[in-house]
């Protein structure tokens, strides 16, 4: 199924999932952090190290509190993240970032995972949010919000689902998921089919390619064949392989140096056997489904998704689909362009975030 996509979708337009998702990144890494808040270590139970440096930032009087959870081995002041920060930043709110639990700085904390990890890093982000709290005085909280995008709507999914069966829930206010995986075992398979299948390209792909497409993408002019594969290689291998490669290096130095080998499997196989465990045997825990449906049932919170049919992510699934019968208010913005989370990084997608902030914000 996922070879019989790669092969018919060589269309040479900027809809390209590949060329999306790369110049989607690419345009929100040329931004260099300019947030309005600071990178704190706060106390944790949850690591080794005691400690998990989260970004924060809070005004002097009521207002909104925007928790952002980023995508995978993000964090609010790695530069392809700041973007999402600023957004919101220039609404009059309080803003929380959590590090994803695969970033390199969350890693370096030395989490304590045992058999149950989600458990875990759902802890780390549950003292995040009472330490936040604390600084900001609850009386100078008016609602409080989610944003989350790829991996990182995983995490704000299961941080609602917990949230919803407490007494008094915490998130009262709205939800925005973009580019969420619907499941993240067939996520994990889509993504390294691919890294798989574009692996061998990236030797055949110079810098040069990579300004050619820059400069074709920037004037809306149709790339090459070579050109989409390039995009496509330059976007897993130099893009997700390299990262993976470099954050491996925080727990294992030698299993990082396997390049040829590395993929999404490998990694979290070297990284948390649990969760790899978790993986094989598809634990229902690993689906958007099962921690959504959850808390739209005991607190029920309009959600919003930004996703489309050009996600390598579900590629096999439909959002459509997903949506049908589900329980709870949901609003579906669908993408037909730019691969996975790529619009955050053209006017377009800043533009839909925006249009958002300012319906949910008191």
Request: some cysteine; overall charge positive.
């Amino acid at each position: 199924m996922i070879l019989l996509i790669l092969l018919t979708q060589l269309i040479a337009n900027p809809q390209d999932w590949g060329v999306g998702t790369l110049m989607g990144a690419l345009n929100r890494s040329y931004s260099f952090p300019r947030g309005k808040g600071g990178v704190y270590d706060i106390p944790s139970s949850q690591t080794m190290t005691g400690i998990m440096p989260i970004y924060f930032s809070k005004k002097n009087h009521p207002a909104d509190l925007i928790i952002i959870l980023p995508g995978v081995f993000g964090s609010a002041e790695s530069r392809i993240n700041t973007t999402n920060v600023e957004v919101v930043e220039k609404f009059d709110v309080h803003v929380l970032s959590v590090p994803n639990f695969f970033a390199e700085k969350y890693i370096k904390q030395k989490p304590l995972y045992s058999k149950d990890p989600v458990a875990l890093d759902l802890k780390i982000i549950n003292e995040s949010i009472d330490w936040a709290i604390k600084k900001i005085g609850r009386q100078n909280i008016n609602k409080i919000h989610l944003l989350a995008e790829s991996l990182g709507t995983f995490m704000a999914s299961g941080l609602y689902a917990v949230d919803s069966q407490t007494s008094k829930p915490l998130i009262n206010g709205e939800i925005l998921l973009m580019w969420p995986p619907l499941d993240i075992k067939v996520a994990v398979n889509n993504f390294d089919h691919i890294i798989d299948f574009y692996r061998s390209y990236a030797s055949e792909c110079s810098f040069w390619n990579l300004v050619q497409i820059s400069l074709k993408d920037r004037w809306h002019k149709d790339l090459s064949k070579h050109e989409i594969l390039c995009a496509r290689s330059f976007m897993l291998i130099k893009g997700f392989v390299s990262t993976i490669s470099r954050v491996s290096k925080e727990f294992n130095p030698l299993f990082s140096d396997q390049r040829n080998h590395l993929k999404f499997e490998t990694f979290i196989d070297a990284y948390s056997p649990a969760m790899n465990e978790m993986l094989s045997r598809h634990d229902m825990r690993l689906s958007l489904a099962y921690w959504l449906d959850q808390g739209q049932k005991r607190n029920p919170r309009p959600v919003t998704i930004f996703s489309g049919r050009t996600d390598f992510l579900n590629w096999g699934l439909s959002m459509d689909e997903w949506l049908k019968g589900r329980p709870g208010e949901y609003v579906y913005e669908n993408f037909s362009w730019g691969g996975h989370s790529g619009p955050i990084g053209y006017p377009d997608g800043e533009k839909k975030i925006i249009e958002w902030l300012k319906k949910v914000i008191n």
